[in-house]
């Protein structure tokens, strides 16, 4: 019987790590499949369409950053977590740059890993449909989950998608890092509250001058309706 939850892939060469992570998934309900490198990993992604992959970043031959790159160029936005050592923070942003949705540092608790998966699985499911989000040249709908930019469609992560919704339906309201942590990402103890400011940044690359987000200097960040 396949469990409710669905299937979380493990791509992470070492072995020990996998059934450790496995182990704890397993408890929580999820099925989980593992491979120990990225080529076999991606091929896993299109074969078994997993609800998210558990990605580490020092893998061998095909490392995490490429298997972003790959996946997301492909257009699959499967969530991914990075798994990353403490002295990767390039490797780290570069990966949230190219579509990783979440991170965790080696060493880490099993429990945050399992609570990183179930956040992300939140927000892949995005916030209840509350209307349509006009602004500016930017519509975006959240029952459909598509955003356009006049009338040409704009492909979003699932976190670029939940961050700009959350703005997008409170406009003139300043956010902090810290509240956008919690109140997107789901959790509020977040080590490097540095990571808001990549997913800013992507939705404002993607978003070109339409982008309606301003920065509130000091603050965080604002969709001000008025100044568009």
């Not at 078994?48 to 298997?67: M, N, Q, S, T, Y």
């Not at 209307?131 to 955003?147: A, N, Y």
Request: aromatic letters at 6%.
């Amino acid at each position: 019987m396949t469990p409710s939850k669905g299937l979380v892939l493990i791509v992470e060469d070492e072995r020990h790590i996998a059934d450790l992570q496995r182990l704890y998934l397993a408890r929580e309900g999820f099925g989980v499949h593992a491979e120990g490198d990225g080529a076999a990993g991606l091929e896993a992604v299109r074969r078994l369409r997993p609800v998210a992959v558990v990605l580490d970043i020092g893998l061998p031959g095909l490392d995490g950053i490429e298997f972003c790159r790959r996946l997301r160029a492909a257009e699959d936005w499967t969530p991914v977590i990075l798994v990353t050592a403490r002295d990767e923070e390039a490797d780290r942003i570069l990966g949230l740059e190219l579509g990783a949705d979440d991170y965790v540092t080696k060493p880490f608790s099993p429990r945050e890993l399992v609570a990183r998966v179930k956040a992300v699985l939140r927000r892949a499911a995005g916030p209840q449909a509350t209307g349509v989000h006009r602004i500016g040249r930017l519509r975006l709908d959240p029952l459909r989950r598509t955003v356009h930019r006049d009338s040409e469609p704009v492909e979003l992560t699932t976190t670029e998608f939940n961050l700009l919704a959350h703005l997008l339906a409170r406009p003139g309201q300043v956010f902090g890092r810290d509240q956008l942590l919690s109140q997107v990402w789901g959790y509020a103890d977040y080590r490097d509250s540095r990571v808001v400011d990549v997913y800013i940044s992507q939705l404002r690359a993607k978003l070109g001058d339409a982008s309606p987000i301003r920065t509130v200097r000091g603050v965080g960040y604002s969709v001000q309706e008025s100044s568009l």
